[in-house]
T-cell receptor, first 115, second 118 residues
Framework: DVKVTQSSRYLVKRTGEKVFLECVQDMDHENMFWYRQDPGLGLRLIYFSYDVKMKEKGDIPEGYSVSREKKERFSLILESASTNQTSMYLC??????????????FGPGTRLTVL | AQKITQTQPGMFVQEKEAVTLDCTYDTSDPSYGLFWYKQPSSGEMIFLIYQGSYDQQNATEGRYSLNFQKARKSANLVISASQLGDSAMYFCAMREGPSGGGADGLTFGKGTHLIIQP
């Protein structure tokens, strides 16, 4: 079974702090993704990476950055956390080169609260 | 314009009844994939079923089937013989683009909260 793990289930930070959310997958997947989930808005893509050291902006990249130094690990960075970044953050990975193998496998999520 | 529309914010269904969760999508790309995910209260997203735009038959996975009506741009999820454990949020999602490449993420709908009553 594919396993995607995230470093924390719950995190509380203060405004202005630098925050690191870590994601690790164990299936040698090429592609990794960070989403945020807010009530009534569904999931929205923040950033994705299709290879080590490669990254692409998603739909809502403002206020975030990412790092992918190793294939199995994809980090989301909040340079200066703000209260409007309080949310559930979900990491996902995918092997698929074609649509038919596009299934994304998700981690358990990190619920971040910024005070 | 929303690319994925789920018009049912919440649904209550009696146990053992069949459930249909609505999803309509909007794309001009002839090649796309449609997905359904389940999110129980624990928070993890669980993949349920996939339908490709060129697939001739509706996808099925156990008690889940996808009622794919391409002309209507509709991809409804059908759960047969619902169980209490089916209570969860359900998300419809789409990926556009030709087969063979691309790393774009999925576009999700806002979800339907399904509650199965005993």
């Amino acid at each position: 079974d594919v396993k995607v793990t995230q470093s924390s289930r719950y995190l509380v930070k203060r405004t202005g702090e630098k925050v690191f959310l870590e994601c690790v997958q164990d299936m040698d997947h090429e592609n990794m993704f960070w989403y945020r989930q807010d009530p009534g808005l569904g999931l929205r893509l923040i950033y994705f990476s299709y290879d080590v050291k490669m990254k692409e902006k998603g739909d809502i990249p403002e206020g975030y950055s990412v790092s992918r130094e190793k294939k199995e690990r994809f980090s989301l960075i909040l340079e200066s956390a703000s209260t409007n970044q309080t949310s559930m953050y979900l990491c996902a990975s995918r092997w698929g080169l074609t649509l038919s193998t596009d299934t994304q496998y998700f981690g358990p999520g990190t619920r971040l609260t910024v005070l | 314009a929303q690319k994925i529309t789920q018009t049912q914010p919440g649904m209550f269904v009696q146990e053992k009844e069949a459930v249909t969760l609505d999803c309509t999508y909007d794309t001009s790309d002839p090649s796309y994939g449609l997905f359904w995910y389940k999110q129980p209260s624990s928070g993890e997203m669980i993949f349920l079923i996939y339908q490709g735009s060129y697939d001739q038959q509706n996808a099925t996975e156990g008690r889940y089937s996808l009622n794919f009506q391409k002309a209507r741009k509709s991809a409804n999820l059908v759960i047969s013989a619902s169980q209490l454990g089916d209570s969860a949020m359900y998300f419809c999602a789409m990926r556009e683009g030709p087969s063979g490449g691309g790393a774009d993420g999925l576009t999700f709908g806002k979800g339907t909260h399904l509650i199965i009553q005993p």
